[in-house]
Structure formats: structure tokens, C-alpha cells
């Protein structure tokens, strides 16, 4: 994906973060248009509305329709703000461009879904819209570059990419996993693709979206799209995420935007003195690996399983406890345990079968 193109809008700013912001779901006409000035007094460039809503379950509020496309078309008329609405179909897609809808995003149940994403990227071959592609419900960074890859070869070079977290088995503080790793390695590998957060869906509750946008502006993310709403107790859908417009600017007038080219000399020194670190880590991880191999031989000649799931068990939740008292964090250091038990078992397993 070598020819990308910035998205942007003339008239919106293009620094740093880009800002899509506006409710869950088109509820009314009323609620859509005053949620919609309140953003644009507040300079939002780039208005966000649901109009048909993947819902889990049968039965909650499954979005206005087609006819809140009219509403959206009204808010643009009437603020001068761009619009933007999730679709999931090629009649939505249809629909959403005939309405004059500026941006496009995929949601996340959608993008998990390859014959989905084939209907769509279908349907936009020959416009010249920009698109937003949200992560799989799944950690599974292919299955998002798949679904990338789709839009991106039916012709649209305004593409982008939004991180709203995982499902995750573990209870934990956020809706969404975030999994910070999964998008950086987005980066990596698709290094023009502009990223926007959505930390409105990765935390769940109003009260994280301020810290997850700072982190996600720290880790040089591009945008941020976010849920507002006039009124968002009363919210038809994932009212405890929603933010009025005025906590929303107030959380962007606090964010720290740190410039990311300057280099220091401090920072020069305390890389090389990670690099070294980061050796002495390699270099005992293949002290540990010699020592499981050993282990290995050991196990084979008295006939013995190589997993020992009670030991295991014990290993990793002794090590996330003092994790936590190092003031790490305790998934961070069970994800470091599982990778290393995962690479000793696949030598232990080439010992025992080498026969
Ligand atoms: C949304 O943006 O309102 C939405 C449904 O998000 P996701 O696809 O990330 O669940
Ligand atoms: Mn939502």
C-alpha cells in the first residue's frame, strides 16, 4: 500500500489529532442536530453517527435507518461539519454515498467477516471516498490486514485504520482489550496507514476515554473518533461510553501532543543502554532454553510428559504476583511467561520426537 493518501478535509485542521466525534447511534432528528452543533461550536471538523447498528443480541436498538441519512445530510447543511457513518453492506454503502456521507467506517463485527468486507470493497470500487476499517472483534492482526487489503485493492487510497480493542476471555478494566501491540505492529508493517483510537469503545466507561486518547496520542497515533451525545444518560446505545461535546473538548484541550521528531542526546544514551539490556535478555532466554532442553532429554529418557500443567500453573501466577509488586502489570507479565513456556515446550517436543 505505497500510494496512500492524508485524509483530510479542507476547512478541518490537519494537525495532530484528527477529530471525529458525535453520538453512538442517529436517535432523532433532535438529539442528532443539537449533539451536532455543540460539536461544531467546540470546533469538531468531522461529525460521527451511527445509522444502522450491529447489535450483539436481537432485540436492543438496532439503529434509525435510512432515515436518519436525511438527518445527517441536515447537520452538514446546517454546521458545515463532514459526516461519517458506519456501514456493513453494499446497500448501506449505497445508500450512505447517495445521502452525500463524506467518510466511511467498517465496524468491528463486520471486519472480522471476509465475504462481508468483499461486498463492500465491491460496492466502493470507483469512489473516491475515504474509508476507516476497525479492527476484528478478534485479536487478529491478518484478518484486519485482509480486510485493509480489500478496500485498499477496490481503489480507495484514503484509507485508514481504528483501534477499538479485542474481546478478550480475561475480566479487566476495559470493554475492549486494548492490546496496544497489535496496532503498533499495524504500523510497522503498513507504515503510511493513518491510525485513529476509538477509546470510547476500548473503555466502555466515560471515564477512560481521557487517559486512553493520551495514550494513544503518546503512541503516535493519527486520529481519534469518539462518542458524544447531548444527553448521554439517556443514550439508546452505549450510554455509559458517550461524553457530552463539552467534557469531549475539554478532554482534547488536555491532551499532550508530543512532538515526535526531536532527538536528544539523553535519549541516544538511554537507547543504547535498552539495547544492552535487551542483549542480556536475548542472552538468557537462551541460557533458559539450554536449561528446558536439558529438561527435555531428562523427561525422555524416564519416559516422562513434557507438559506439566500443575508446575506451569503455578510458574505463571507466581511470576504475574511479583510482577504486580514490581509495578508491572500482571496480564503483561503472563503473556511474557506463556511465550517463553510456549518456545521451551517446542523444544522439549523436537527433543522427545527426535528419536
Ligand atoms: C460504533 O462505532 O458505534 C460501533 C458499533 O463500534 P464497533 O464496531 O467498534 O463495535
Ligand atoms: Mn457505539
Known sequence: MRDLQPICFPGVRTRRPLLIAGPCSA?????????????AAEGVG????GIWKPRTKPGGFEGIGVEGLAWLARVKRETGMYTAT????????????????DLLWIGARTSANPFAMQEIADALRGCDVPVLVKNPVSPDLELW????????NAGIRRLGAIHRGFTWID??????????????????????????????????????????????????????IVEAHCAPDSAWSDKAQQVTPDAFAYIVRNLIIREMTVTTE???????????????????????????????????????PVLQTQRYEE????RAAQAVELGMDREFMRTVFQAIHEESIRQQMRILNNR
Open 266 to 304: 539523553n535519549l541516544t544514551e538511554l537507547r543504547a543502554e535498552i539495547d544492552k539490556l535487551d542483549d542480556q535478555l536475548l542472552e538468557l532466554l537462551t541460557r533458559r532454553m539450554r536449561i528446558s532442553r536439558e529438561i527435555g532429554q531428562y523427561k525422555k529418557e524416564h519416559d516422562m
Open 86 to 101: 458506519e456501514v456493513a453492506t453494499r446497500g448501506h454503502v449505497e445508500a450512505a454515498l447517495g445521502a452525500g456521507v
Open 46 to 49: 468531522i461529525f460521527r453517527a
Open 27 to 39: 436517535e432523532t432528528e433532535e438529539q442528532l442536530l443539537r449533539t451536532a452543533r455543540e460539536l
Open 145 to 152: 490486514i485482509g480486510a485493509l487489503e480489500r478496500i485498499y
Open 171 to 224: 475480566k479487566s478494566l476495559y470493554r475492549n482489550h486494548p492490546m496496544w501491540a497489535i496496532p503498533i505492529e499495524l504500523r510497522r508493517r503498513i507504515p503510511g496507514l493513518p491510525l485513529f483510537c476509538d477509546p470510547s469503545h476500548i473503555g466502555g466507561k466515560r471515564e477512560l476515554v481521557a487517559p486512553l486518547a493520551q495514550q494513544a496520542m503518546d503512541l503516535g497515533f493519527d486520529g481519534l
Open 315 to 318: 510458574l505463571l501466577a507466581r
